[in-house]
């Protein structure tokens, strides 16, 4: 058995990801933190080739707690390919923003990245093969106004990438990123789709299962060779 962890695989991005490594042939490890019903849905689409595993990315104890209840009853096994794509957004100008939103943003995608890559990261050096893809934004390469705390925590997430990429590539570990556009999920609900795809050249939002097959790639044993990047995915929608 190979196993991947997708952090918010309930939904969005995360459930096309599941889907993908599922396909990939691995028992998908699918974390949600509340929506159990989408979780549930997810682990249904990859007939039942995994398990659902409920926390919050930002709870540093939370997340010891699940992984290392999954390390005991798992002796023998590893997780080898980590998706760290939970996010949120609590857009606001920052003159407007409430502590609280800029905290909570940052702490899902900074300290979320830190929990669960700190808690896999061992197993995958010492079996000397691990596939790290971090999922940011293009809000974090070029900064958006109105994301301010977005765009903080998604550009941390870039610059995490290609440290961390240099600490670990001699242990056959890749860590990459890819960083969306507009894509189709909850998470752009509410947006006016209709005036800002006239900026996209490829004129529509993207699919998830076009993210998924790019964090597919990057999961792979053929992208050995890449590591320490961060690969648009927008339609053409450059900085
Ligand atoms: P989504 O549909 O809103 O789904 C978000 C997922 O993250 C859900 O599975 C949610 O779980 C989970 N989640 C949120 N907070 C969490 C936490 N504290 N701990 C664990 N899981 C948590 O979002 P999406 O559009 O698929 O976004 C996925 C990733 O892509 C995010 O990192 C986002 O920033 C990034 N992204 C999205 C776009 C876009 O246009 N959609 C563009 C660029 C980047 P529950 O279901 O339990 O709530």
């Not at 300290?111 to 893809?133: C, E, S, W």
Request: hydrophobic share 45%; glycine share 10%; with cysteine.
């Amino acid at each position: 058995m190979k196993y991947a962890l997708v952090t918010g695989g309930s939904r969005g991005i995360g459930r096309a990801v599941c889907q993908k490594l599922h396909q990939m042939g691995y028992e998908v490890l699918i974390n949600y933190v509340s929506n159990r019903e989408a979780a549930q849905e997810t682990l249904a689409l990859i007939e039942g080739r995994g398990e659902l595993m409920q926390f919050d990315v930002a709870d540093g104890a939370a997340v010891t707690a699940a992984l290392e209840g999954w390390k005991a009853a798992h002796p023998e096994e590893y997780i080898e390919v980590l998706v760290n794509n939970a996010g949120i957004r609590r857009d606001n100008l920052l003159i407007w923003m409430e502590q609280a939103d800029w905290k909570k943003v940052l702490d899902t995608t900074l300290d979320g990245f830190y929990n669960v890559t700190h808690a896999l990261l061992q197993p995958m050096l010492l079996h000397k093969y691990g596939r790290i893809v971090n999922v940011t934004s293009l809000s974090g390469i070029k900064g958006l106004p109105g994301q301010t705390n977005y765009s903080a925590a998604k550009g941390g997430l870039i610059a995490a990438t290609k440290a961390l990429a240099q600490e670990v590539a001699r242990k056959k570990v890749t860590v990459n990123a890819v960083a969306p556009g507009f894509i189709h999920t909850d998470m752009v609900e509410g947006l006016d789709e209709a005036t800002l795809k006239k900026d996209i050249p490829a004129a529509r939002f993207g699919d998830p299962g076009e993210v998924a097959a790019l964090v597919g790639f990057l999961a792979s044993p053929d992208a050995s060779y890449i590591t320490g990047e961060v690969i648009s995915i927008n339609g053409g929608l450059y900085t």
